[in-house]
């Protein structure tokens, strides 16, 4: 299937809809729907990866950045129906091409993803703190 990549604009429905076809949703508000929108509105590059054909989503990777120094790529969703065909790849690659050389790009792995990122050679980083949200 032709799949369309591009810096994107999505609705908090949209949003949750991909977060539960994806799995995400377990680790994400999806019930939340105004949360989803401040989410939605907070990130300054979103990027798609939507059905040529129908223009469904497939996939998006939601990120902030200052396109100068620093990128987190806070969301990475998949459909699971069509995981495996390089999409979350080419999400990645995208959202770094966005961001900029200059920038480095950080993401927090969900448990279960931990082999695909390094399956496609994403650097580890062990020098990672964080404070847990509090809700």
Aim: net charge neutral.
């Amino acid at each position: 299937m032709p799949v369309r990549y591009q810096p994107d604009t999505i609705t908090a429905a949209e949003f949750a809809d991909i977060l539960g076809r994806s799995g995400l949703a377990e680790r994400r508000p999806a019930g939340d729907l105004p949360r989803l929108q401040r989410m939605l509105d907070g990130a300054n590059l979103l990027v798609t990866a939507r059905d040529a054909a129908t223009g469904a989503i497939l996939g998006v990777a939601r990120s902030l950045t200052d396109h100068a120094y620093a990128c987190y790529l806070s969301d990475l969703a998949v459909d699971r129906a069509v995981q495996g065909q390089g999409i979350g790849t080419r999400l990645i690659e995208l959202t770094r091409e966005l961001a900029g050389e200059e920038a480095m790009c950080l993401l927090l792995s969900a448990p279960a993803s931990v082999e695909f990122y390094r399956r496609i050679g994403m650097p580890a980083a062990g020098n990672a703190f964080l404070y847990p949200r509090r809700r």
